[in-house]
């Protein structure tokens, strides 16, 4: 059956989602501008007998996923920026234990408290793991409120596909921003299969305890564990890379952007058109895996790049590593809480075709 | 179609109301929809200001830099609709707080008593659906004929006793902006 459209704001979407995938357990911190999903899951997870707890940090929130998780239940934590730097420890033990989870940071500008306004500089700790060892977590990047919610509901069970924390990355003007949103159907928990690496049910289960842990004191083993990690990592590359291009083939010019900037640099696109100058717009939705064959392929056609970001720089230099110097990649970034306009993007893009 | 709003005001005006009613009932009337507010510290007689777009088409940047249309509720915006406004846009003004007009003379001003409209049916509190009729109207961007159904889930049902009184403030709004 066809569900209705919805007016919402981004951090309830990301809410209802979670709640439809058969999220059985979210725990959170308050934050700014992550707020109304917590409470959203505070009115929604209790009303269906599901957990929800307000934890006394968010240290404490994400070792309640971890225990969560090692159930085998589908459990969820999210917060902003400063919040989820507290959460890095965990999120390492997490992927010590190959445990999946879904991290959600509707990103505010940093560093430090830095404000509340939106912002993109999380994007090197969310790309390489974040925490301390050798890992990495997947990273969905919406671009409005269907595709959080759509992101959102899909990245549990990516995370457990995969064993592989998901983390979803937007932004506090995705987070506070209403759009149409339409859900996919809701999942029961009851009928989700039982994990075979999760602690508990052993006895009805008739099977040997299991031992979830990211702890492990000799070293053969320990690299043994991460070498198998690191096959699975290979096999998320070639699987789950995800991007979108707009007006991409006879581009000069090629955006790339994610997330709110990606919404911007599409604005700046449609004035550069209608003015008459060829570019286009590549948008990576998975920021890891990234997806660097792709926008390699563009470069050996001789596209030049424009990297757009609410940070200082940040994704420019994995668009740099992908291209490998064979077409110049620019960059232009507004922070500390600022979004660029379409029209000084458009500017930019404007100055870069003259040269 | 797509019709990019800015509105701005101070807290306690109504301005989220507004801008979330406004894409509520595009989005009823089939249009694509986004609805951004600057978020911060609100309190009442602080700052409110939201981006707030409708459109047949999908919606790119959701952020509202160079608008069609201005709502400018009290006299502190004036200087941010001055900034905003496209090229011959339009500013609609609630003239019963703002005294001096925008300095865009390329701009359409649109003056709405909102205030004096809203005390004359009863309630200051509705001087924000006045503005809404009005902008309505003058844009004919979103024609706000499900406005009954929109309210009837927009408020909890111990409110719905204010709709009618909602609902022929959006109507005078509309009227004031005649000819």
């Known amino acids: 059956m ?58 404490a929130a994400i070792n309640m996923v971890y225990g969560a998780s090692s159930t085998g239940a589908r459990a969820m934590t999210s917060s902003s920026s400063p919040g989820v730097s507290l959460k890095q420890e965990g999120i390492s033990y997490l992927c010590g234990a190959d445990l999946p989870a879904v991290i959600v ?57 995969w064993r592989v924390p998901v983390l979803v990355l937007a932004d506090g003007l995705i987070g506070q921003m209403m759009e149409g949103v339409v859900f996919p159907e809701p999942i029961d928990p009851a009928t989700l299969p039982r994990k075979d690496w999760a602690v508990g049910h052993v006895t009805e289960m008739h099977r040997p305890y299991n031992h979830v842990t990211s702890l492990n004191l000799e070293p053969d083993g320990l690299e043994a564990a991460n070498r ?39 604005g700046a696109l449609e004035m550069a ?64 809480g600022n979004i660029p306009s379409q029209e000084e993007v458009f500017a930019e893009v404007k100055r870069l075709m003259a040269l | ?91 609609l003004v609630n003239s019963s707080l703002v005294k001096t007009d925008p300095a865009r003379p390329d701009a359409r001003i649109v003056h709405v008593p909102c205030n004096d409209i809203a005390l004359k049916l009863g309630d200051v509190r509705i001087a924000n659906m006045v503005m809404m009729g009005a902008l309505s109207k003058v844009t004919g961007a979103v024609k706000l004929d499900t406005l009954e159904s929109v309210l009837k889930s927009f408020f909890p049902s111990s409110k719905h006793a204010l709709i009618t009184l909602n609902i022929a403030a959006v109507e005078e709004g509309k009227k004031a902006v005649l000819g």
Not at chain 1, 279 to 304: D, H, M, N
Not at chain 2, 9 to 35: C, D, H, N, P, R
Not at chain 2, 71 to 84: G, H, P, R, W
Request: proline share 4%.
């Open chain 1, 105 to 161: 940071n509707v990103a505010r500008a940093g560093p430090g408290l830095g404000g509340i306004s939106p912002g993109q500089g999380d994007y090197f700790q969310a790309t390489r793991g974040g925490g301390h060892g050798d890992y990495y977590t997947i990273v969905l990047a919406p671009k409005g409120v269907q595709e959080a919610a759509d992101l959102t509901y899909e990245a549990f069970s990516i995370s457990e596909k």
């Open chain 2, 1 to 91: 179609m797509t019709e990019k709003t800015f509105m701005a005001g101070f807290g306690g005006q109504g301005i989220i109301s507004l801008g979330q009613l406004w894409v509520y009932s595009a989005m009823k009337e089939g249009l694509k929809v986004t609805f951004f507010p600057f978020y911060g510290a609100e309190k009442r007689g602080g700052i409110a200001r939201a981006s707030v777009i409708v459109s047949s088409d999908e919606i790119k940047s959701p952020l509202v830099t160079s608008a069609d249309s201005v709502v400018v509720m009290n006299q502190d915006s004036v200087e941010i609709a001055e900034k905003v406004c496209k090229k011959g846009g339009t500013i």
């Open chain 1, 2 to 59: 066809a569900e209705e459209i919805r007016l919402m704001k981004g951090n309830e979407a990301i809410g209802e989602a979670a709640v439809r995938a058969g999220c059985r357990a979210y725990f959170g911190y308050p934050i700014t501008p992550q707020n109304e999903l917590t409470a959203y899951m505070a009115k929604h997870m209790l009303a269906k007998g599901r957990i929800f707890i307000q934890a006394e940090s968010e240290i």
């Open chain 1, 228 to 266: 198998i990690r690191f096959e699975r990592y290979g096999h998320i590359k070639e699987e789950l890379v995800r991007y979108e291009e707009i007006d991409v083939d006879d581009a000069d010019i090629v955006f790339v952007a994610y997330g709110t900037s990606a919404r911007v640099c599409h």
């Open chain 1, 273 to 336: 058109r209608a003015a008459g100058m060829k570019v286009g717009l590549f948008r990576p939705i998975t920021l890891w895996p990234f997806p660097s064959a792709r926008l390699a392929g563009l470069a050996e056609r001789g596209k030049r790049f424009l990297c757009v970001e609410m940070s200082m720089g940040q994704m420019v230099e994995d668009v740099r590593l992908a291209v490998n110097g064979k077409v110049p990649v620019y960059f232009y970034g507004r922070c500390g």
